[in-house]
């Protein structure tokens, strides 16, 4: 389970907050170090660790990246090739929707938070996902959220009929066997701990046919 940071984040804080060694003992979770990167909404100068945002960003630094960890996990432990996934928050998220987008065969699941997947959305392909979105977000508007959400569930198939899944979050099933679980809560551009659960509720329900 791979767990990206947002723009100016660190390995070790996603790590900590996120606690999904405690919630998923059995599975391996790897929280990458970004680099310093410009960002699309703050840091221009790239002053602060992240992540590329679309295909050819930084000669695909970390995309790259992200194939030399995959080579070396299954390299040098014993992984499940149907239980990948990968979460990340903010330009985490972004970079989720890019490997979602260039790397999904490589994937069971995906849950992108407080993000978007801007030029990169037309590559999608169904896949199961959680999108995990503040209503009060002041920098990815809920807006946009809202927009990239309405495409996700359409290029999975997913039905009007939905049910609840926990608090806060919505079950949409799907007719291609990629379900979408959207996640809203009232607040703005964090992660709320709670959503911990639900992501690993999600991921544990989910693995490659």
């Keep these: 389970m791979f767990v990206f940071h947002g723009h100016g984040g660190t390995m070790g804080n996603m790590f900590k907050s996120r606690g999904f060694e405690k919630l998923w003992p059995e599975a391996i979770i790897v929280c990458p170090q970004g680099l310093n990167t410009p960002g699309q909404l703050t840091d221009p100068e790239g002053k602060l660790p992240g992540w590329q945002k679309a295909p050819g960003d930084?000669?695909?630094?970390?995309?790259?990246?992200?194939?030399?960890?995959?080579?070396t996990l299954r390299s040098d432990y014993k992984i499940d090739n149907k239980r990948i996934y990968a979460t990340g928050h903010s330009n985490g998220g972004g970079f989720t929707y890019l490997l979602?987008?260039?790397?999904?065969?490589?994937?069971?699941?995906?849950?992108?938070?407080?993000?978007?997947g801007g030029r990169v959305v037309n590559l999608l392909k169904p896949k199961p996902a959680m999108h995990i979105m503040g209503e009060q977000?002041?920098?990815?508007?809920?807006?946009?959220?809202?927009?990239?959400?309405?495409?996700?569930?359409?290029?999975?198939?997913?039905?009007?009929?939905?049910?609840?899944?926990?608090?806060?979050?919505?079950?949409?099933?799907?007719?291609?066997n990629t379900p979408v679980v959207l996640y809203v809560h009232p607040?703005?551009?964090?992660?709320?701990p709670e959503a911990n659960e639900v992501v690993i509720k999600f991921f544990k329900s989910i693995q490659k046919s």
Excluded at 139 to 161: E, F, H, S, Y
Excluded at 187 to 192: E, L, N, Q, R, V
Aim: charged letters at 20%; proline letters at 8%; glycine letters at 6%.
């Design 187 to 192: 607040g703005g551009h964090f992660y709320p």
């Design 58 to 71: 930084m000669n695909d630094r970390d995309l790259i990246f992200f194939d030399a960890m995959l080579k």
């Design 137 to 176: 977000d002041p920098l990815v508007k809920p807006a946009w959220q809202k927009a990239m959400c309405n495409r996700i569930l359409k290029i999975d198939g997913c039905t009007d009929i939905t049910h609840a899944y926990a608090p806060n979050a919505t079950f949409y099933p799907s007719t291609t």
């Design 100 to 116: 979602w987008a260039t790397r999904g065969d490589e994937f069971a699941a995906f849950a992108p938070s407080a993000a978007v």
